[in-house]
């Protein structure tokens, strides 16, 4: 099969780990780019899809290169992971024989409201109180489909414990600092818990100087994602307010690492992991902070969760094998 993938291409982008199970599936997988403009550089970023709100043509044109390489390819299918597709380019994908669909990965606060009068053969979101809502009141074709671990990147490396790393003896916590993760974090610093903070600059809004002091600076992909991760004494994924039911990508990530995971409970979790055996779920902060003066106490613990966490990610939680479930669906 020769299938499209639309979305930002990076190390780790959610776009490139697609691409990489349709891969491993025996399809072919295009890579055609972002739905509107991508850049690292937020300004950037936001200066170009301003013009693009402010002139819908622009953002029109700029999508008519998916459809024509769409066209020139003869694609069977194309994945978003964007819901900022135009009507038109929608329509244009499927009057060339091409399925189209939505895999979402946010929160279903960032979802588009547009995303449903928008002609997609189905949409596929991790949130299943969202499915539940789109499917009985708009009867839209809407499925649930988690998202994974990509087996490449997210293991345990041979390496893990060679040598010293600056995870070492630190509870790790990867991605943007919103005002939710900031509290929490906060919290945490005022009882003495060593955190390692990796991901994107923190906003200028965020005045506790200890998380400034506990950012490292840095993106981390790939392995040495994995590498930190795993020597970590554990990885904190507390979610984002509007993950309802469902889970976010970092939970399969920092499983597939072998990491010893603290993990916001979430009505998905259970059926996904084994609390206490395979992730460690907390619902208030004395849970949180009791399983990491836990964690930090016993390091032979958390080697046992990560090991048992990354055996069940890489057995049941695969890019693989969830586009296998996707495709079957869609085409």
């Known amino acids: 099969m020769q299938i499209g993938v639309i979305g930002p291409v990076y190390e780790d982008s959610f776009a490139e ?10 399809a072919c997988a295009h890579r055609l780019g972002p739905a509107h403009h991508h850049s690292r550089h937020r300004l950037l970023h936001h200066g170009v899809n301003t013009l693009f709100r402010a002139i819908p043509a622009t953002l029109e044109m700029f999508q008519q290169r ?11 299918a194309v994945i978003t992971v964007q819901g900022s597709l135009l009507p038109t380019t929608v329509n244009a994908l499927r009057r060339s024989g091409t399925k189209v669909c939505l895999w979402y990965p946010d929160a279903v606060s960032n979802l588009p409201t547009s995303v449903c009068s928008l ?3 189905a949409l596929f979101f991790k949130e299943p109180w969202l499915v539940e809502r789109l499917s009985q009141t708009l009867r839209l074709p809407v499925h649930h489909l988690p998202q994974a671990c990509n087996p490449a990147w997210h293991r345990i490396p041979a390496d893990a414990d060679r040598g010293p790393c600056e995870a070492d003896g630190h509870i790790v916590v990867a991605g943007n600092i919103y005002g939710t993760r900031a ?5 945490l610093l005022d009882h003495q818990i060593p955190l390692r903070i990796y991901g994107a600059a923190i906003p200028r809004w965020i005045t506790d100087e200890r998380i400034r002091r506990a950012h ?3 993106y981390i992909a790939r392995t040495d994602k994995a590498r930190i991760f795993r020597r970590a004494v554990g990885v904190l994924n507390n979610m984002h307010p509007a ?3 469902g889970v976010n990508s970092r939970l399969f990530e920092a499983a597939g690492c072998g990491a010893a995971v603290l993990t916001e409970h979430r ?3 259970p059926n996904l992991f084994r609390p206490e055996h395979e992730v460690l779920p907390f619902q208030d902060f004395e849970e949180l902070l009791g399983h990491i003066k836990t964690l930090l106490e016993s390091p032979e613990t958390g080697r046992a969760l990560g090991d048992a966490a990354s055996a069940r990610a890489h057995a049941d939680h695969t890019y693989r094998q969830r586009l296998a479930q996707l495709l079957e669906i869609l085409i």
């Open 216 to 218: 490292t600076g840095k």
């Open 119 to 121: 002609p997609f053969d």
């Open 267 to 269: 009505q998905e979790v």
């Open 183 to 187: 509290r929490l974090l906060s919290l």
């Open 243 to 245: 993950e309802i039911n």
């Open 66 to 76: 998916l459809v024509h390489r769409t066209v020139d390819l003869r694609l069977d």
């Open 17 to 26: 780990n697609i691409a990489m199970g349709l891969e491993e599936l025996g």
